[in-house]
């Protein structure tokens, strides 16, 4: 597994645009699939986006998809959550996580590595 730690979150109006980070000090992180989940008050975790260990393939809650973008950048071993267009319904906590197997999947109990979270507020 590895340590994750999120950055980046904040506080922004509606239709604002935000970008949180997920970086490791572990060079392992380049083979690993990576997801972007977030919580909500007195809501369950639920999965934002995805992407392969090589960047190669992405995937998005249907909430997000055109609003949002994951990438990666492996030599800094950082992936991204880029937000655009963001909406009161996004408010929540953003958690990253790290699959050691490469496949990006919508389940986080496909994750074995999480950080700590990073609030993000959108506020009308």
């Known amino acids: 597994q590895v340590q994750l730690v999120e950055s980046g979150g904040g506080s922004v109006q509606t239709g604002g645009s935000l970008r949180v980070s997920c970086t490791t000090s572990e060079g392992t992180f380049s083979s690993y699939a990576m997801a972007w989940f977030r919580q909500a008050p007195g809501k369950n975790r639920e999965f934002v986006a995805a992407?392969?260990?090589?960047?190669?393939?992405?995937f998005y809650a249907r909430s997000v998809k055109g609003r949002f973008t994951i990438s990666r950048d492996n030599a800094k071993n950082t992936g991204y959550l880029q937000m655009e267009s963001l909406e009161p319904e996004d408010t929540a906590i953003y958690y990253c996580?790290?699959?050691?197997?490469?496949?990006?999947?919508?389940?986080?109990?496909?994750?074995?590595?999480w950080g700590q979270g990073t609030q993000v507020t959108v506020s009308s």
């Open positions: 992407i392969t260990w090589r960047g190669g393939a992405t």
């Open positions: 996580a790290a699959s050691k197997d490469g496949k990006a999947t919508m389940d986080d109990s496909d994750f074995g590595s």
